[in-house]
């Protein structure tokens, strides 16, 4: 394909409500950047939409010029999903308004918006939803994916709490997705992704919570096996407010650290209580009893939370999961011992979220068939030297095949990147992979929108 011209461009700008972004703009090095710096795509230009007319010409100049199509929310797909080299970026990031409506319970998301766009417009409401562990999550393709975070214990997953969603499809068809409407492709959209349509709109239902609590209490490596055992019971009878994660990482510069681990290789629990602090401290008893080196426990709003661990661009992103059945004795020396392989220093995180709660009761059958698994290890890679590349992918590889004698053999595709075919059907499902194939035949049968964990239409 010839490289188009500025000029060519001109027809998309015409009646454009946003921005049209080509390399020749001052903007562009700065629009095209994503989440994972390994990611340097470079598109022949970035449609800015801000309203629907906007996408629906945006695919059309695409089809057009037959460019490829990338669709960008949040732009934190750790495969770089959101962009592409010589192709068309339908970038959603002006389409971030939320509207509350308080008596109803619910929150209209456009579909480039973050997590923290939602959270700060829910929290004057005192309301919450389930959403991602940071606040610079893309809500849309979070949602898309499921949707796991630290309210999905007591709330559901993000899916779950979906009621209906506006969406542009390939040939440029304005549609809404409800239980009523579009019912079919309204059960895709809980999980299958960004395979059927550019989503410019969510609505979700709301829960009350003005706050949270959150613990992080710190060890040294070698008590964390025996520390996540005793999380591992813990967590099995606890409330559905209880959630959180035990994690190793590098010690942070901070008053509740201890010094000999600022730097160095850390375990850590890090809990989270959807209510105050009292009942939080009564419910995380049995975890503060253990005689944690160093911490903390504050009760705050759960949308400054939200952004407590927040990751600034720049890093270098290899991610991977495995999701298990259970975690014996044997699990938990499996997944502790490979810590030591670690880059430290750096942000990367070596993960054990639990399961159970709402996420598992939960009877609709979606496209998530991990959800009712009680353990997800998750190991969750950034640094900033290039040369650590080969490392730091080998770490993460080597947990989950460590950890496969106990896997489900399903995957959240949103924790990720590009590991092949068979991952993708493990995420929906084999039974959902092939329902969710007549979808995409009914909804895009020519895979316009295939830069995501692709259902080909066959």
């Known amino acids: 394909m010839a490289l188009l011209s500025e000029q060519a461009f001109e027809s998309l700008r015409a009646g454009f409500a946003g921005e049209v972004v080509t390399p020749q703009s001052p903007s562009f090095g700065e629009a095209r950047t994503v989440f994972n710096a390994m990611i340097d795509h470079r598109p022949a230009a970035l449609a800015q939409c801000a309203t629907s007319a906007d996408v629906v010409a945006a695919l059309a100049f695409a089809d057009q010029h037959g460019l490829e199509v990338a669709v960008r929310g949040g732009g934190h797909s750790v495969a770089g999903k959101g962009s592409v080299d010589g192709g068309l970026v339908v970038d959603l990031r002006r389409m971030n308004a939320v509207s509350v409506d308080p008596d109803r319970m619910t929150a209209r998301v456009g579909g480039g918006a973050t997590m923290s766009h939602l959270d700060r417009a829910t929290q004057p409401h005192g309301m919450a939803t389930t959403g991602g562990r940071v606040s610079t999550t893309g809500v849309g393709g979070f949602t898309l994916g499921g949707g796991t975070g630290w309210l999905d214990r007591k709330f559901g997953l993000a899916c779950d709490n979906l009621l209906s969603a506006d969406l542009v499809t390939a040939d440029g068809k304005l549609l809404t997705a409800s239980e009523t409407e579009n019912a079919e492709l309204f059960w895709a959209l809980h999980g299958g992704g960004g395979n059927f349509g550019v989503v410019t709109s969510l609505t979700f239902k709301l829960y009350p919570l003005s706050s949270v609590t959150a613990a992080l209490l710190f060890w040294t490596p070698e008590q964390g096996p025996e520390i996540l055992r005793q999380f591992r019971d813990f967590i099995e009878a606890a409330p559905d407010e209880v959630g959180g994660g035990a994690v190793y990482l590098t010690g942070p510069e901070a008053e509740f650290v201890p010094a ?49 661990i927040d990751d600034p661009p720049g890093y270098r992103n290899y991610w991977s999961a495995q999701y ?105 499902g084999a039974d959902h992979y092939r329902r969710l194939v007549q979808v995409k035949r009914e909804y895009d049968p020519r895979n316009v929108f295939h830069l995501n964990h692709n259902i080909a239409p066959g």
């Not at 009680?374 to 950890?403: K, Q």
């Open 324 to 428: 298990l059945t259970s975690l014996p004795d044997a699990a938990v020396d499996r997944f502790c011992s490979r810590a030591a392989d670690m880059i430290v220093p750096s942000a990367s995180q070596h993960v054990l979220f639990p399961g159970g709660g709402k996420v598992a009761r939960e009877t609709a059958d979606w496209p998530v068939p991990w959800r009712s698994a009680p353990w997800c290890a998750h190991p969750f890679g950034l640094w900033t030297d290039p040369a650590d590349d080969a490392r730091g992918r080998s770490w993460a590889r080597n947990i989950v095949a460590d950890l496969k004698p106990w896997s489900t053999e399903h995957v959240y595709l949103n924790f990720i990147g590009d590991e092949g075919a068979d991952r993708v059907v493990a995420g929906f």
């Open 260 to 308: 000999a681990l600022v730097g160095q290789l850390s375990f850590i629990l890090l809990l989270v209580y959807a209510g105050g602090e009292a009942d939080a401290r009564k419910a995380l008893a049995p975890m503060l009893s253990l005689g944690h080196a160093g911490g903390m426990i504050a009760e705050m709003p759960y949308a400054d939370f939200q952004c407590m």
